[in-house]
């Protein structure tokens, strides 16, 4: 315990189970104090993994909440990573500017770095605040308002062998995790579901419904293999020229093209729709390239995943490098200085490896654009145009930038 300026009592600590409950109402009344369903505050009291949260006390009184879930993330090259899942991030607005948010993001990557992770990602609900401690936005997400009135597929051979049935989504989670399980190590940003997260995805409270039906849900069939899924609700809209309503997309995966376009296909032909709203795509979602205009689909992309290295030597050399890539990067992080000074960065398509170094520095840059860049998804080309990447020897950054990319646009499938 330490007293702060004001003379209150500030004490962080590592969540006890019998504190949780004062702890996450205090990270409710955060988010604007609106009382969640018991189910879902069911669930996430038994995802919350006590010895990876803090929280900052005030004499008895929870002032603020950190969490941090282990979870594994693909990045490019199929490996995957052991990460820190920064979540549950509040400060209570009685005691803002006592530096509560720092000491807990100070302890928090102190403690990644012991577990032995060497990445901690997040997903920001006021992005201004994590630049400071080294977070980089890596990914975006696709979010689109399809009018199904006046757009048209075009889908590939092969749609019209798939099947497409409904089932009772709780009665086939099973089998939609396995589709799932196939897709993760195909690209990057996506995370490997530990037991118990499956059930995020048909949680199903009245309160999140927004006058739209129940969970509803579809499997995509072929010679009696499931080969997708399409889970979403439809929000019945009655106007006087007639029904207007919307179909909207929880979650949807497929194995092959033929099966996606079949989902597509089914969610285009619901009657009495005429608006399919999506959200949190992949940003190549390939129905894109399957629709007759896609202007009248009103895509549009927002940040997503974001990307801390707390070891840069061992998150660099986890992943591989499409191109061949052999740079010296000169880091700068003042908030975890571990990682600050020259790395040599030595790669290919088999492998990597990073290592510190006293040879010249080819390109500067921070830590947060490091993590911006380290799913491929964010180019250092595009972040050197920004002055952001410093390029000290003519060619490292387009070398650098190209070996950086990946083949297939990171995603992060469901928030955390």
């Known amino acids: 315990m330490a007293l702060d300026a004001n003379g209150l009592s500030t004490g962080l600590r590592v969540l006890r189970q019998d504190d949780w409950d004062k702890w996450y109402d205090t990270l409710v009344r955060g988010f604007g104090g609106v009382p969640e369903a018991a189910e879902e505050r069911k669930l996430w009291n ?16 929870c002032v603020g909440t950190a969490g941090a879930f282990s979870f594994r993330l693909t990045v490019p090259g199929g490996a995957s990573l052991p990460v820190a899942g920064v979540t549950m991030v509040s400060v209570a607005a009685t005691h803002r500017r006592r530096g509560i948010l720092t000491s807990m993001m100070r302890r928090q990557l102190d403690d990644v770095r012991s577990w032995g992770e060497p990445l901690a990602v997040l997903t920001a609900s006021e992005p201004a ?3 400071r401690f080294g977070y980089g936005n890596a990914t975006f997400s696709l979010h689109a308002e399809i009018d199904t009135s006046r757009v048209r597929l075009s889908v590939p051979d092969g749609t019209d062998d798939v099947r497409v049935r409904y089932a009772a989504p709780a009665e086939v989670l099973d089998v939609c995790e396995a589709v799932y399980a196939r897709l993760v190590p195909a690209r990057p940003g996506m995370l ?5 997260w499956e059930r995020l995805g048909v949680l199903d409270p009245e309160s999140e419904r927004d006058g739209a039906s ?3 849900c579809v499997l995509a069939e072929r010679d009696g293999e499931t080969v997708g899924y399409a889970r979403y609700r439809v929000k019945p809209v009655w106007e006087s020229t007639g029904a207007d309503g919307k179909v909207v997309l929880e979650d949807s995966a497929a194995l092959d093209p033929a099966a996606d376009a079949a989902l597509w296909r089914f969610l285009f032909g619901i009657d009495l729709t005429s608006t399919i709203v999506v959200r949190g795509r992949p940003v190549d979602d390939a129905w894109q390239y399957l629709v007759s205009d896609l202007r009248r689909c009103n895509p549009r992309l927002r940040d997503s995943l974001y990307v801390r290295p707390v070891e840069v030597g061992a998150a660099l050399g986890a992943r591989t490098y499409q191109a061949p890539v052999d740079v010296v990067f000169e880091v700068e992080d003042a908030f975890c200085p571990w990682n ?12 990597a490896s990073c290592e510190r170094t006293a040879d010249a520095a080819n390109l500067a840059l921070s830590v947060r654009e490091l993590g911006a860049a380290y799913l491929g998804g964010v180019s250092l080309a595009s972040l050197g145009a920004a002055g952001r990447v410093r390029e000290l020897r003519r060619g490292a950054l387009a070398e650098a930038s190209l070996g950086f990319g990946a083949g297939a646009v990171p995603w992060l499938p469901h928030g955390f």
């Open 46 to 61: 038994s995802l919350t993994e006590f010895d990876r949260s803090l929280g900052v006390w005030d004499g008895d009184e």
């Open 129 to 131: 605040i994590y630049g």
């Open 192 to 196: 490997e579901r530990r037991p118990g």
């Open 214 to 216: 129940p969970l509803q």
């Open 340 to 351: 600050a000074g020259r790395w040599r960065l030595s790669g290919d398509a088999k492998g």
